[in-house]
């Protein structure tokens, strides 16, 4: 899985931990979810006069979900798209990342394990995909500080190795060739060992024969 952001609250680590959470609630298969390019951004403002929009896509061609949030959002920002989605609102940005990953990240899903054009289009009726993203923020805000305190956790930064100087790498090198020689010089004793016993007998055996 490859992680593109160029939104200064989403760092790679945490849109990473953050889909593989979404996808683990939606169930989309781990061999696909590493095939997938997750793009976090910003929509471009539009003219609107109450804030700006926000917005999601998934581009099968590319493999490529694409999460893309407004600059000045007002919240809530509702969530549904019709009367019976009328109670449906994101109470934040990270409300609103969430309910927009999941969306995009069922449509992968979707696209992963349809048999059929049919089959495809059934899965990705956008009503049917937006009760998973609901479904998936709701689950979002029952543990959401545990784990926005998991996804936001920097990542530990790992110590660097110390690099052998010159004298070492050579020391290295001359304990690994003596090592070495000394095997084989144990398997040359063994085998001098073999054929001189060996050779001990071919020639008593003439004798007895001569």
């Not at 952001?5 to 990473?16: D, E, F, M, Q």
């Not at 549904?80 to 927009?100: K, P, T, Y």
């Not at 995909?129 to 920097?154: C, G, I, S």
Request: hydrophobic residues 35%; aromatic residues 8%.
């Amino acid at each position: 899985m490859k992680i593109k952001t160029r939104h200064p609250n989403y760092p790679k680590h945490a849109v990473r931990r953050a889909t593989r959470w979404a996808a683990k609630q939606i169930g989309l298969d781990g061999k696909v979810l590493r095939t997938l390019t997750i793009e976090v951004g910003y929509r471009r403002s539009s003219q609107r006069t109450d804030g700006d929009t926000w917005g999601g896509r998934y581009r099968h061609d590319k493999l490529l979900v694409q999460v893309l949030l407004g600059r000045n959002v007002r919240y809530p920002t509702p969530a549904g798209h019709n009367r019976s989605e009328a109670d449906r609102f994101a109470n934040d940005e990270w409300e609103l990342f969430v309910s927009l990953l999941a969306h995009e990240l069922e449509h992968a899903r979707c696209f992963a394990v349809a048999k059929s054009w049919e089959e495809r289009a059934r899965l990705n009726h956008e009503p049917r995909v937006r009760a998973v993203d609901w479904r998936v923020l709701l689950a979002f805000r029952e543990a959401r500080e545990t784990l926005l305190t998991e996804w936001t956790q920097p990542v530990a930064e790992r110590p660097e190795k110390p690099k052998p100087s010159v004298v070492d790498r050579r020391a290295m090198r001359a304990a690994k060739l003596l090592a070495d020689w000394q095997r084989r010089l144990k398997t040359a004793k063994t085998k001098v060992a073999k054929y001189r016993r060996r050779v001990a007998y071919y020639s008593r055996t003439a004798k007895q024969k001569a």
